[in-house]
């Protein structure tokens, strides 16, 4: 009976208001207001207005900004959150710039900016190995979908080098998103990670190489490899491979345009990551020999 009472009484509890639901403060700042017409009233046009004004009265810059730029993307103005976030990101704090560029690096996406979209990620790489990513910090608390979570500077390192190697593979830079790729595998190897390595190798005519990589995602080497996601793109990329004959790689070398600074600065910070071997992958190796001679 007791118990039956407290289910009845629970039922009959008013939900929490919006601004504790999503965590805002209370009150009606423009911030505020922007965020109930986004959230409770769904009307996204008029929430842009409303962050727009937060903006202008330096109401809670940083999430205004962002939430702005995210909410403009979802309604096709991904050119004009672009300017927006150049515009007005000096206005936020040094905290935020990290989220701004994530937001930026999507909306490039996008809009088909790969050179841009290349140019940022490579630099949020550069501060990672320079130790300026995460304030710092060895680990960073994220948010998504209303939940907190713990990410990591090796992961946030594995993140950005796959979005890389598939911006490389949108300029059809094979070879250069190989190389990304096998960097990200090496940090945090997954089977999706692997048929990506796999795809550029197929482009680059080395079926070979590709059909040794495919054999370990048959063998359920990588985590993952047993996802039914990953098995349809297996089968893809083996009948890909299997049509084919092996090619050499010598033609393909010269194709690489990765800084040698820019490969130094992630060899140093992977090295403290990985048990000691070469300090650059294979593909680095023969590429170091294929300019040596060259400059013969």
């Known amino acids: 009976m007791k118990e039956r009472k407290e289910i009845e009484t629970h039922l009959q509890e008013p939900p929490p208001p919006y601004h504790v639901l999503h965590k805002l403060s209370p009150g009606d700042s423009p911030y505020v207001r922007a965020k ?79 050179d841009e979209q290349i140019q940022l990620l490579k630099r949020k790489l550069r501060m990672i190995y320079q130790g300026e990513a995460f304030n710092g910090k060895p680990a960073k608390t994220a948010r998504s979908h209303g939940k907190k979570f713990q990410v990591t500077i090796k992961q946030e390192t594995s993140r950005i080098l796959g979005n890389l190697g598939w911006a490389y593979m949108q300029q059809e830079n094979y070879l250069a998103a190989e190389a990304v790729y096998r960097k990200a595998q090496i940090i945090d190897p997954d089977a999706n990670k692997a048929c990506n390595i796999c795809q550029c190798l197929i482009k680059q005519a080395r079926y070979l190489e590709a059909q040794s990589i495919l054999e370990e995602v048959i063998h359920d080497k990588p985590p993952g490899s047993s996802d039914p996601k990953s098995r349809n793109r297996l089968k893809e990329l083996l009948q890909e491979s ?42 680095f190796e023969e590429i170091s020999s294929f300019r040596d001679q060259l400059a013969c």
């Open 242 to 283: 299997e049509s084919r004959r092996p090619i050499s790689l010598a033609s393909t070398a010269i194709v690489l345009n990765l800084e040698d600074a820019f490969l130094e600065g992630l060899d140093q910070l992977m090295s403290q990551w990985t048990p000691y071997r070469s300090r650059r992958l294979p593909i």
């Open 36 to 114: 109930h017409v986004q959230l409770v009233d769904k009307d996204p046009e008029a929430a842009i207005v409303l962050f727009w004004k937060a903006i202008n009265a330096g109401d809670r810059i940083d999430s205004a900004l962002k939430d702005m730029a995210v909410v403009m993307k979802q309604q096709d103005r991904a050119e004009e959150a672009i300017e927006v976030i150049k515009s007005f990101r000096d206005r936020c704090s040094k905290q935020a710039q990290e989220s701004l560029d994530n937001v930026l690096i999507d909306l490039y996406k996008k809009c088909g900016r790969i």
